[in-house]
């Protein structure tokens, strides 16, 4: 299916809009400098919550490119999986998952495998007040009340020191406030 509509913005461009909004320009002054419609730059700064979003790394833990190339060449070589975690400094069991996860031993290939990997740590995941929605009442009633997301942060460590799930960082109060795509403290 071929892709609809404009095309979006480069990564060159994505990090000349935020070298931009970090400086304090308008939305319409960094689409005049991208020659792109100001809504554009207001969709990918507002997706944001207007903060420069962080450069995906992988995990220290996370198997390799080069790691999964020494797999695909062990299995082609009839070594054991013992034999493959050995010389990799690696758990079995990490190499066994890795092989199962990806297509078992008849299917599995390196590029491929390193290529889902990094796609399935991309998923979105929910911030805890859209999870949970009795901390999301508490926050908002506290938020009526006139408290920062700092003294409410700091109240339900005091309030609830025994369950982590009813914490949340004033950071993610600050975001799900600005931030409103997520739509958990729309109103």
Not at 40 to 52: D, K, L, M, Y
Not at 67 to 89: F, K, V, Y
Not at 107 to 126: F, L, N
Request: aromatic share 6%; proline share 5%.
């Amino acid at each position: 299916m071929t892709h609809m509509g404009r095309p979006g913005l480069s990564a060159a461009q994505k990090a000349e809009l935020w070298h931009r909004w970090k400086q304090g320009q308008s939305l319409s002054e960094i689409g005049r400098a991208l020659g792109k419609h100001a809504g554009s730059i207001h969709g990918v700064v507002s997706s944001n919550g207007g903060f420069i979003p962080p450069v995906r790394r992988r995990s220290r833990w996370a198997l390799t490119l080069a790691e999964r190339e020494e797999i695909s060449r062990g299995m082609a070589a009839d070594r054991s999986i013992r034999q493959i975690a050995a010389m990799l400094g690696r758990a079995p069991s990490t190499v066994s998952r890795e092989i199962t996860r990806c297509g078992g031993a008849h299917t599995y290939r390196a590029a491929e495998a390193d290529a889902q990997a990094w796609k399935r740590t991309r998923r979105p995941k929910p911030c805890r007040l859209a999870t949970s929605p009795t901390l999301q009442w508490i926050v908002a009633s506290k938020l009526t009340l006139d408290w920062s997301p700092e003294q409410i942060a700091g109240w339900l460590k005091r309030a609830f020191p025994d369950q982590g799930t009813m914490r949340v960082s004033h950071e993610t109060i600050y975001r799900s406030l600005f931030i409103q795509a997520r739509g958990v403290l729309k109103k």
